[in-house]
């Protein structure tokens, strides 16, 4: 049980700190979501394999829905979604709409 609190409380500590976040243009820059978390980097961030658009946002593959709006413009033109442990979503980069 000690060991996973130890590395449950690795794992946040390396998101919480920029110093020791991980090394992306996504932690280079310091970005946090609209409550103030970091969104942190390469090891909770992916690029989806498949993406398509709706209109409102994105699909993402084949079934969950990210809105546009929850977005932050991505410097590389592609969608990343930055995941908490616990699956959900703490950040999304991506590139703007009808592009």
Request: charged share 20%; glycine share 14%.
């Amino acid at each position: 049980m000690s060991r996973m609190l130890l590395a449950a409380g690795a794992g946040l500590a390396r998101c919480v700190s920029p110093a020791l976040a991980h090394d992306s243009w996504i932690s280079k820059g310091g970005y946090r979501n609209t409550v103030g978390e970091w969104c942190c980097g390469d090891n909770d961030c992916n690029s989806p394999a498949q993406v398509a658009t709706n209109g409102t946002g994105w699909v993402v593959d084949g079934g969950a829905f990210v809105p546009y709006d929850e977005a932050t413009p991505s410097p590389d033109g592609k969608l990343w979604i930055c995941r908490r442990p616990d699956k959900t979503r703490r950040c999304v980069f991506g590139p703007p709409p009808g592009s």
